[in-house]
């Protein structure tokens, strides 16, 4: 099992690797009568594509996405949708160093023992390419989130020890800035510490935040199938993500019940919470606050520094690492954080439709 | 959809409340020819088995458990296996004030938004009683991986700002100490520190640790069952959860790539790696290294402080939660998340099977 | 994956076998609100229960329910029922020589080459009794399909080579006659036939039917998961049976396009069929009409005829069986059908929610 | 749900419709190593390929593969192998006939009460050329089969009233003959009835075979995911099926015990059984006998005859319908047969793998 779908109403099916002909995603389950076009998906590639600025990959890629199969008359029919991005920038390079030994920090080695071999060029199915897909079916679940008034955004929260200040916060600025960040003082000393990290050719690692409102209440199952463990799910699934946390995360380890507990109070004559320790999930169920989700993400391991590592052979040799690579993965990973975070909830919300026998009986009365 | 199922191969599939006549979980996909009694499971019940000092809940339970079906002449038959546990301490209070409010940190309000109602005595299906199921499943996946050979142990790391310190670190202790603590001056640092919340009618929070030894390496599927996805999934759907962690996991954002880069050698003739931040996972593969997850736990919600809450006519109210309960989740959890990351790395042994051709031809000539 | 689970979002999972301690199944996904009493599933289990005439089983097995959990105030709450039945009449004779050997037409060689050896005693998990667990999770699905105006009616249509005749047909025998045949001559008939085969030593086949209506139209999915697909597995998978028809199913092989077309016509000012060749199911999904459905039942391969066969030395011997055994499967099973099908339509309906834009917007609004 | 993946570990999930862009599949989860080229899927494909006859629609089209992922150096790698077939041949007519009614036997009615509207040309998802995908899929778990010495051959088993004569059996007529009958004789006779019906504008039904040979024993689980469960689901899923039989089918159903029990015996050392009523499935197990499956099909619907129906204004009209169809689906499908059975099988097989203790500790030592 290659473990390439995800979801069990709204699903989707990711294939293709770095150096392939193409990637692409079939989403099955999409509800029909969505007006759909290719514009909708193409700006959220948009804010993944490599090549944006001196702080990503220099790797220049199109990314154009074509719908395939599952729209008739500018609408999705309820059958699978086909979207193919087709690859036009792999470099027909050398690769035949990168194939004989193991890249630290990298899935060589364990793509080696799990398969026997291994597609070498450019990470092949670990690719971050691979995010491609997500994003382009993470579009669709956006679009319809939005028609729901569910709104998904993520954003950098912090890019090595430089964190956003939530007092500067300005949407606006998510898709602006280079880092991601929602706060232009932030990014423009992200951007300094990044640049002087290109120079020592090393990377950084930073944290993602998604915060999703207008979340209805009951969302989510108890015991195996939480809101928050499928989120979790979700999220560590996104290559380099090393932790995932939910409202105050780590932080609720050495915090007080009295402390943590969200007090529930009347607003407006609807049931809110005085406060969000929570992030908006209680006993996997969604309980109408914000969802709040924050994900660590590691440095890119791809680093141009000499490293210590060993070949196939068994033989320890140093290696000095050539390509196009970002010396940060965040600003690029957001949107496909935004993107797993809208198809998660999505599912969550359509599984959920029959939880009672009310709507059961009223839905087909 | 109630979601109480886990797992594709080795698939488990849990039941029962706090206050019903039992809890469960049928354990199918599990191999033939296991040798299992009874004891195999008891065992590991009695480590999550309430009452057992002054810093968890009083109520007393047997908990022991029936095998029902699936085993012949001491072996597992390939069959489901049906694991069965009376409740036996239910006290019938009247629960009429627990009825009408919704407490904070708990799911009551979340159960009612979902499915109209809820079973209110003592949490219902969200009560921690729930993990009775994954444990006494947890407990053969546990005896099946020892057997081939794969060791997992998860213990307390901290309880609020008291961290075990890893040069005093003594599995033994694991089960011999109050806290579930692998060393015996954090242990009784962190028995103080909860005999004093007690005291001022509040709770505390702490962090689990699990670390797998005897993995081998190409275990897990790239894309979204990756190991870590499904380690998150499983550990992020138990109550109280918070964060999940990997490897370094929060301290990777923050990290430069030079550093967090485990750089690949030869150890006595095999290929290991220097360092493990990454914790035994690369690319969402087992790369043959220990593997290493962590857990925030959250204050347990119930504590006997006055609170403010809303009751279900929309009224602001001040409720004072009487019963019994534990002040820290994490000593009775730690077993949880033993056995939830053995059925999840058992399934993901299973599946992986069929990744090569040359596997397949070998098993079947 | 011993593949004891069944549904996506109605979902049930049975275990246990014939001489073990009990019988149950966990039904997941019940939406909460439904008055559930054990009565309700007790009538169920009565009608598959042995011993209730001279042409069934002489064993006799009291086959009482009990409700273990997700019921609260008479109601189901969203959470896994978990039913159980105990067994109480396993006879514990000497089972030496059904473990020694394999019996014709039993799943004896088929479990020793699967699983390495097998329970032996009364056929495991792999007896009849296999589908209390079905029926007890039937009656459920068969509650709330009535609630939505949707019935589901099995029965006998033909024993060997008497047939009912369908102007005679009468629901209310079905229940009353021991044939479960709802044509009291051809059941008279029948029973001489039975009466006969038994003095014979032999055992006998039959065909059942199951007549579905209140049905709305567009329920199913195209291609894999077609309503008519589903319905195959879940009727296929009743032990003895060996083909199951939609409609016409064998004769529309024989048909012409412009007999087996069924025109679309008016009725009281809704769209209907003129004929319904296609019993209610047209590319996959329902189309308004009854749906039907029919399965061949092989003859009890438990007879008490001498009959060659092998033992597990590999040595040719000749067997006499002993034991309780029906010389006739089909009358026990018309209820297993019925209930097979009902959690099949059940699932369909719910995860049919979301099929259109609207009704997410309508229903979330 | 769409319902458009197919398969557990081996698992399909195809896209498309008549007259969108293109048709695919992506197979995810075959095994890594196997040698694989578009020739492999292409003659699979060769032989449900449109236009090849007088017998079948006179459409051209190339159905050309394209591999897009997956294939590295001539083999798979174990992640998704993504294979599409442009549409080349689509006419670009006024479909506005079609677009207003409803035809009988097609499923037209249905995709409108489920999606409130449909992509009406050429029947949009529910197409024959939906298969392509399948077919595809299935040319690659074939030539997996194959390597294991497992071999699935589908036939025509006869046409109308026309059936093959077993004493003329010649496998190498399947691919030779227009009706994919492997009988000289049978193929003609059936030949000059279809001219027959094409000249009545009418069309003609019929039944297609599968046998395998060279499974092991033991495949497949007890219960729910009986071999013979999923085999039924799978052939049932293809359009236009009406009935599935394993071996004797509803023959079974007129048998006595003493006739259709297959008595087990001795040969060369191993155990089989003097004959096969059981269709090589025993209690949902392979028993190591060939597997015999048969799907009664019904005649195509498309027929040029003036018939009755309703328009989607609630009008009753006559209709007659335009356009290139098959007199007879049979010989066409046949392929889609063997696909559908190869899939399942192979499925199950890597599904069996844990199924003993012994297997597991062996693979993994």
């Known amino acids: 099992?290659?473990?390439?779908?995800?979801?069990?109403?709204?699903?989707?099916?990711?294939?293709?690797?770095?150096?392939?002909?193409?990637?692409?995603?079939?989403?099955?389950?999409?509800?029909?009568?969505?007006?759909?076009?290719?514009?909708?998906?193409?700006?959220?590639?948009?804010?993944?594509?490599?090549?944006?600025?001196?702080?990503?990959?220099?790797?220049?890629?199109?990314?154009?996405?074509?719908?395939?199969?599952?729209?008739?008359?500018?609408?999705?029919?309820?059958?699978?949708?086909?979207?193919?991005?087709?690859?036009?920038?792999?470099?027909?390079?050398?690769?035949?160093?990168?194939?004989?030994?193991?890249?630290?920090?990298?899935?060589?080695?364990?793509?080696?023992?799990?398969?026997?071999?291994?597609?070498?060029?450019?990470?092949?199915?670990?690719?971050?390419?691979?995010?491609?897909?997500?994003?382009?079916?993470?579009?669709?679940?956006?679009?319809?989130?939005?028609?729901?008034?569910?709104?998904?955004?993520?954003?950098?929260?912090?890019?090595?020890?430089?964190?956003?200040?939530?007092?500067?916060?300005?949407?606006?600025?998510?898709?602006?800035?280079?880092?991601?960040?929602?706060?232009?003082?932030?990014?423009?000393?992200?951007?300094?510490?990044?640049?002087d990290s290109i120079k020592k050719c090393d990377s950084v690692g930073g944290v993602m935040e998604c915060v999703v409102t207008g979340m209805p209440a009951g969302i989510g199952d108890p015991v195996f199938e939480k809101l928050d463990a499928n989120l979790a799910k979700a999220i560590m699934s996104i290559g380099a993500v090393k932790a995932v946390e939910i409202g105050d995360g780590c932080a609720a380890a050495k915090a007080l019940g009295s402390s943590n507990n969200d007090f529930f109070c009347m607003t407006e004559g609807q049931i809110g919470k005085k406060t969000n320790h929570a992030g908006g999930i209680l006993g996997g169920m969604s309980d109408g606050s914000p969802i709040i989700i924050r994900a660590s993400v590691k440095p890119t391991p791809s680093i141009f520094q000499t490293q210590d590592t060993v070949n196939k052979s068994g033989e320890e040799i140093e290696i000095q690492i050539k390509g196009r690579h970002d010396p940060i993965i965040v600003p690029r990973a957001v949107v496909v954080m935004e993107c797993m975070t809208a198809i998660t909830l999505l599912d969550a919300l359509m599984i959920n439709m029959s939880a009672k026998m009310d709507s059961l009986l009223e839905f087909y009365k």
């Open 1 to 195: 099992m290659a473990g390439s779908s995800f979801g069990t109403i709204f699903k989707i099916t990711t294939w293709g690797e770095s150096h392939g002909k193409a990637l692409g995603v079939v989403v099955d389950g999409c509800p029909a009568g969505l007006p759909l076009c290719e514009e909708d998906i193409q700006k959220y590639l948009n804010r993944r594509k490599p090549g944006q600025s001196n702080i990503t990959t220099p790797r220049k890629e199109a990314d154009e996405v074509e719908i395939l199969s599952g729209i008739f008359e500018g609408k999705t029919t309820g059958t699978p949708i086909s979207l193919m991005v087709r690859n036009t920038s792999q470099i027909s390079k050398d690769y035949s160093d990168i194939a004989s030994y193991y890249r630290p920090g990298h899935a060589d080695y364990t793509f080696d023992e799990k398969y026997g071999f291994r597609d070498y060029r450019g990470g092949g199915r670990s690719s971050g390419r691979e995010t491609i897909g997500r994003v382009a079916a993470g579009a669709i679940a956006c679009k319809i989130l939005e028609q729901m008034g569910i709104h998904v955004c993520a954003y950098t929260r912090s890019i090595g020890n430089i964190e956003i200040d939530y007092d500067k916060f300005d949407s606006s600025l998510i898709t602006a800035t280079k880092t991601a960040m929602p706060d232009a003082d932030a990014d423009k000393e992200a951007v300094a510490f990044l640049e």
